[in-house]
T-cell receptor, first 111, second 113 residues
Framework: DGGITQSPKYLFRKEGQNVTLSCEQNLNHDAMYWYRQDPGQGLRLIYY???????QKGDIAEGYSVSREKKESFPLTVTSAQKNPTAFYLC??????????FGSGTQLSVL | KQEVTQIPAALSVPEGENLVLNCSFT??????LQWFRQDPGKGLTSLLL?????REQTSGRLNASLDKSSGRSTLYIAASQPGDSATYLCAVRRPDSWGKLQFGAGTQVVVTP
């Protein structure tokens, strides 16, 4: 089945630790996105990539980093500089720029 | 800066009643507007996409309208069912932002049997 796979489903971060969230797609989409969702708030864009080896900051990029070495993969690292990382993280991709396809999300919590 | 608002934040209706969900945006210069459904702890599923030149889109029991001049969109769900219980989010895309969306906070819907 074609789609977007996010892993893990749940992730816990200790103080001072970097953690990496995985996002893989087999839809052959060029563009991929990372959004953060907090309770009662809309999704906010962290980073996006329209082509391999290129990515751009979104609205809330501070404390996060990404890479795009392969078309299928767009991992997100939450660094220790992100002081409030607890949130639901969603990865998305699109071919046309119109319809976005989302993964099932990763819930990140702080220990 | 584009602001997207969805009111109410939560809504409960008995089964069979029609649902009306509202979305408003501050900047009428949009490329398109999408409605998404989100089940608890899950990702988003695109329901309807309305281009800026369109007035409405329909899919089965769902109908979405768009009035750019007043900065409003409405999602109608006819004859609601318990399976329609979910959070519904709207999102707008700016003309200069390929694939980047501005989301509302969503309306949480509960349809009671």
């Amino acid at each position: 089945d074609g789609g977007i796979t996010q892993s893990p489903k749940y992730l816990f971060r200790k103080e001072g630790q970097n953690v990496t969230l995985s996002c893989e797609q087999n839809l052959n989409h060029d563009a991929m996105y990372w959004y953060r969702q907090d309770p009662g708030q809309g999704l906010r864009l962290i980073y996006y990539s329209q082509i391999v080896n290129d990515f751009q900051k979104g609205d809330i990029a501070e404390g996060y980093s990404v890479s795009r070495e392969k078309k299928e993969s767009f991992p997100l690292t939450v660094t220790s500089a992100q002081k409030n990382p607890t949130a639901f993280y969603l990865c998305a991709s699109t071919r046309t720029g119109d319809k976005l396809f989302f993964g099932s999300g990763t819930q990140l919590s702080v220990l | 800066k584009q602001e997207v608002t969805q009111i109410p934040a939560a809504l409960s209706v008995p089964e069979g009643e029609n649902l009306v969900l509202n979305c408003s945006f501050t900047d009428s210069a949009i490329y398109n507007l999408q409605w998404f459904r989100q089940d608890p702890g899950k990702g988003l599923t695109s329901l309807l996409l309305i281009q800026s030149s369109q007035r409405e889109q329909t899919s089965g029991r769902l109908n979405a309208s768009l009035d750019k001049s007043s900065g409003r969109s409405t999602l109608y769900i006819a004859a609601s069912q318990p399976g329609d219980s979910a959070t519904y989010l709207c999102a707008v895309r700016r003309p200069d932002s390929w694939g980047k969306l501005q989301f509302g906070a969503g309306t949480q819907v509960v349809v009671t049997p």
